[in-house]
């Protein structure tokens, strides 16, 4: 009999991060709400109207559930080559067509720039290197609460504490491994289809895919499509306890577009959650 730890388990054993590292890695950065392609994004999909005129947290809530509905999640569709709202979009209502989560995440992540939040769009990973699966959310700053909030467009999702207070992703993956309340909201669900519970989303799913967590470190309109000459800069956050230790930056140019991906290592949660 072999034992197989459970996701939580593992995510346990990579609590833990050195928040005195301070090998470098470029600042993020935001694009401004008054940039062409973001005001054009803004006026054709009418974001004021979807956004509405209550608060920011509710604005960003009403963003996301426009994303879930808007395009269908459909995590086996290969992604086009243009890679921005307006042209993912369109595609989906032309060829009826699904995306994957990275891509409504990065819908997502534009209409929030559009509407002048920062905002950048997560990859959460597992512990091994090579996975088959791995999710991709948002994380977007309200003024209001003064942190980071937790948006997840494919699955229509945020995180709240016993008390209802909204999550970032930081807390809720501290909180899952103290074993601490988790709240989801009841309209959580795949395609409007499927309804999602606490256990399903956080316990069974998230937990495996919060090991590892890799964002843009420019979080701007188009920046997933790739062009030649193009530099495409990523950071992780990885725990003590990650695989991938070194090297601290590395460096990648694909063959196939000629784009140059660029990632970097820290260990420090304070730096790649800053304010």
Same mark, same amino acid.
């Given at each position: 009999?072999?034992?197989?730890?459970?996701?939580?388990?593992?995510?346990?054993?990579?609590k833990?991060? *050195? /928040?005195?590292?301070?090998?470098f890695?470029? &600042?993020?950065? =935001?694009?401004?709400?008054?940039?062409? !392609? $973001?005001?054009?994004?803004?006026?054709?999909?009418?974001?004021?109207?979807?956004?509405?005129?209550?608060?920011?947290?509710?604005?960003?809530?009403?963003?996301?559930?426009?994303?879930?509905?808007?395009?269908?999640?459909?995590?086996?569709?290969i992604?086009?080559?243009?890679?921005n709202?307006?042209?993912?979009?369109?595609?989906?209502?032309?060829?009826?067509?699904?995306?994957?989560?990275?891509?409504?995440?990065?819908?997502? *992540? /534009?209409?929030?720039?559009?509407?002048?939040? &920062?905002?950048? =769009?997560?990859?959460?990973?597992?512990? !091994? $290197?090579k996975?088959?699966?791995?999710?991709?959310?948002?994380m977007?700053?309200?003024?209001?609460?003064?942190?980071?909030?937790?948006?997840?467009p494919?699955?229509?999702a945020f995180?709240?504490d016993?008390?209802?207070?909204?999550?970032?992703?930081?807390?809720?993956?501290?909180?899952?491994?103290?074993n601490?309340?988790?709240?989801?909201?009841?309209?959580?669900?795949?395609?409007?289809?499927?309804?999602?519970?606490?256990?399903?989303?956080?316990?069974?799913?998230?937990?495996?895919?919060?090991?590892?967590?890799?964002?843009?470190?420019?979080?701007?309109?188009?920046?997933?499509?790739?062009?030649?000459?193009?530099?495409?800069?990523y950071?992780e956050?990885?725990?003590?306890?990650?695989?991938?230790q070194?090297?601290?930056?590395?460096e990648?140019?694909?063959k196939?577009?000629?784009?140059k991906?660029?990632?970097?290592?820290?260990?420090?949660?304070?730096?790649?959650?800053?304010?």
């Amino acid at each position: 009999v072999e034992y197989k730890p459970s996701h939580l388990d593992i995510l346990r054993k990579g609590k833990d991060y *050195n /928040e005195k590292d301070f090998r470098f890695f470029p &600042k993020f950065s =935001y694009q401004s709400s008054q940039n062409q !392609d $973001l005001q054009r994004l803004r006026k054709e999909l009418k974001l004021d109207s979807v956004a509405g005129k209550g608060s920011d947290v509710s604005k960003m809530i009403n963003l996301m559930h426009f994303v879930h509905n808007i395009v269908r999640y459909d995590g086996s569709s290969i992604n086009p080559t243009l890679k921005n709202s307006i042209d993912l979009i369109n595609i989906c209502k032309k060829e009826n067509r699904g995306l994957n989560c990275r891509m409504m995440a990065v819908i997502l *992540n /534009e209409c929030y720039l559009a509407m002048d939040f &920062k905002s950048r =769009y997560v990859t959460c990973m597992p512990r !091994d $290197l090579k996975f088959d699966d791995c999710h991709v959310i948002n994380m977007v700053y309200s003024d209001q609460l003064k942190k980071w909030i937790w948006m997840d467009p494919t699955f229509d999702a945020f995180v709240m504490d016993e008390k209802g207070n909204l999550l970032g992703i930081e807390e809720v993956r501290e909180r899952l491994i103290a074993n601490k309340p988790l709240i989801i909201n009841p309209n959580t669900n795949w395609n409007n289809e499927q309804t999602y519970t606490k256990e399903m989303y956080l316990d069974m799913y998230m937990a495996k895919n919060l090991y590892r967590l890799e964002s843009p470190i420019e979080s701007v309109y188009n920046r997933e499509t790739p062009e030649e000459g193009k530099v495409i800069e990523y950071v992780e956050l990885l725990p003590l306890d990650g695989l991938n230790q070194s090297p601290q930056k590395s460096e990648e140019i694909f063959k196939d577009t000629k784009t140059k991906h660029v990632r970097y290592i820290t260990n420090n949660p304070k730096l790649f959650y800053e304010r």
